[in-house]
């Protein structure tokens, strides 16, 4: 189990990113290696690419594959990372809400721009983590940046990466996203250099964001909630859909169904 102080949980706390050394043994990270590599090959239905047709690089990402690539699933219930999540959070338990599978290929200019994810969900509570876990070498420049303590309960309007609609909540009900790269002196940006199998824990509510890609880089991102997460059907498609859940699992429900397994405590 990495070594993880109550000073890392308490900077996580904080700050809503923590990065977390070692996540994965040397044979869980080849073993994640070739299944990312397999998923690329054989993309799921989910599977899109989110960078431009113009872009000399591509961005390609995918969800929700545990139920079809062994490795994901490993990698899920085996590793230190169901145990990593509990005590981040604080939650007795830990149920898995959905895997991502994210590539930069070498040359992709198209930016991650700044956003929150749990917007963008059909969840509500506080006990979250996505564990972002890279399989290359990760720079300090083309890796995660967080904006430090985004995750005090302020949300964000959601937008399309690419078109930057308003597609989720209307128009003006949440805050606009600020501009953190024009208004850097007013800002906290966190980032580190990954090595593979390094690992950064953040909040659904941590503003994040990155740059292009020189360089590969292949990532396995796994989101996972706690105790008091609940139910929290949409009007609009999220991202990702769980297509019928909503006549299955009623609003403000615990997230008690097959497709949201408890990992922690196995």
């Known amino acids: ?102 590539v930069k290929e070498p040359k992709t200019k198209q930016p991650t721009p700044w956003h929150q994810d749990q917007p963008y969900y059909n969840i509500s509570g506080k006990q979250n983590i996505s564990f972002w876990i890279p399989v290359d070498h990760v720079s300090r420049d083309s890796t995660l940046e967080f904006v430090a303590s985004s995750n005090d309960g302020t949300w964000y309007m959601p937008k399309t990466f690419l078109s930057e609609q308003a597609k989720w909540f209307p128009e003006g009900t949440l805050a606009e996203v600020p501009d953190v790269n024009s208004e850097s002196d007013s800002y906290e940006v966190l980032g580190w250099e990954l090595a593979p199998g390094d690992a950064v824990a953040f909040h659904m509510l941590t503003l994040h964001g990155s740059a292009g890609s020189t360089a590969r880089r292949r990532a396995f991102s796994v989101r996972v909630i706690g105790d008091d997460i609940r139910h929290e059907p949409r009007k609009w498609r999220t991202s990702p859909e769980f297509e019928g859940l909503v006549d299955e699992l009623p609003a403000g429900a615990e997230m008690d169904h097959p497709l949201f397994p408890v990992i922690h405590p196995r």
Not at 21 to 47: C, F, M, Q, Y
């Open 1 to 102: 189990m990495p070594e993880v102080t109550y000073a890392d949980v308490e900077f996580y706390q904080c700050n809503g990113a923590v990065a977390i050394r070692n996540l994965l043994t040397t044979d869980e990270v080849d073993s994640l290696r070739k299944a990312i590599d397999w998923n690329i090959a054989n993309p799921g239905p989910l599977g899109a690419t989110a960078s431009r047709n113009t872009d000399p690089g591509r961005f390609f990402e995918d969800f929700c594959n545990w139920q079809r690539i062994p490795a994901y699933r490993d990698i899920i219930f085996e590793s230190a990372l169901p145990e990593m999540a509990a005590r981040l959070m604080g939650s007795e338990t830990v149920r898995l809400y959905h895997d991502h599978m994210l």
